[in-house]
């Protein structure tokens, strides 16, 4: 059953709950009530939580969620607080760690998709739609889509597929006024992200977003516009037809499907540990998004 191949224990912190160990994040709630999330460098591929950690990738996702969290600030306010570390924390969760409101999330994964690929492309093969909705003959894996489309999932638990629903199920689950305010919303934070990736040589494939409630105040949550919740490729690279190189884990992906890592994605046995070089290139990887994306350095 996949899962975490070896479940971390939670840090204890005076005046910290700790309420859910994820893939990647661990969830605490302080004594005002405000959730305090710590992204980890934990790497999660085919539903299983690796043995090996990417270092500094759980920087990477705190700190580009922060830098999208600015600049789309005016499409939708977001649920971070403060960066500060708890008294008592690890050193180690300084650059990590993110304070936030406590927010009645939607249960829906909100994804939007400019180009066709992963399993909006297996749909299509099979439907000529995604999620529902119909789409020209002809596409192939990394095509551009007409028009960015909204293509809902639910939120699975760890070891489990997200599954794609269509845009009725999710109007069934929450509501048509909420649904509706899920796309709309969804659809004008890709279109802003898209734009500013495009300037900087990069094509946003698909992202996927989670978004709460602050009172009547739909608010992004989690993390934005990261290589662990998007698809970023070099633009001077993208050719249809092909799976396009892109800027997240495939390097642990291909490793792992490798005859090198001797391990059937299929079975039962958890996947190995990864080797230091296939570490290094997913960690340089991370970094060269971010410092793409922000146009700073990381340090």
Known sequence: MPGFVEK???????????????????????????????????????????????????????????WWFEQLSDLAPHHVIATDVP?????????????CKSLDMVPVECVARGYLTGSGLAEYRQTRTVCGLALP????????LPAPIFTPATKAAVGDHDENVSY??????????????LRQTTLAVYGRARDIARERGIILADTKFE???DGEQLTL????????????????????????PSFDKQFVRDWLTSPAAAW???????????????VESTRAKYIEAYQRLTGLSWS
């Not at 008294?87 to 304070?99: I, K, M």
């Not at 003959?137 to 551009?144: A, C, I, N, Q």
């Not at 009725?168 to 305010?181: D, F, L, N, R």
């Open 8 to 66: 971390p224990e939670p840090v204890e912190v005076p005046g910290l709950t700790h309420l859910h160990t994820g893939k990647v994040r661990d969830l605490y709630r302080n004594a005002a009530g405000d959730l305090v999330m710590v992204a980890s460098d934990r790497t999660s591929v085919y539903d299983w939580v690796l043995p090996t950690e990417v270092p500094d990738k759980g920087r990477v996702l705190t700190q580009l969620s922060l």
């Open 221 to 244: 949550a989690d993390e934005v516009l990261t290589p662990d919740s998007s698809r970023f490729w070099p633009a001077d690279l993208w050719q249809p037809g092909r799976a396009q």
């Open 264 to 278: 059937d994605r299929t079975g039962e046995e958890p996947p190995p540990a990864l080797p230091h070089e296939i």
């Open 168 to 181: 009725e199920e999710v109007a069934h689950q929450v509501g048509t006024e909420v649904a509706a305010q």
């Open 87 to 99: 008294a008592g924390a690890p050193a180690d969760w300084a650059g990590r760690t993110l304070v």
């Open 211 to 213: 978004f709460g409630f």
């Open 137 to 144: 003959e002809g596409l192939v894996d990394g095509s551009e």
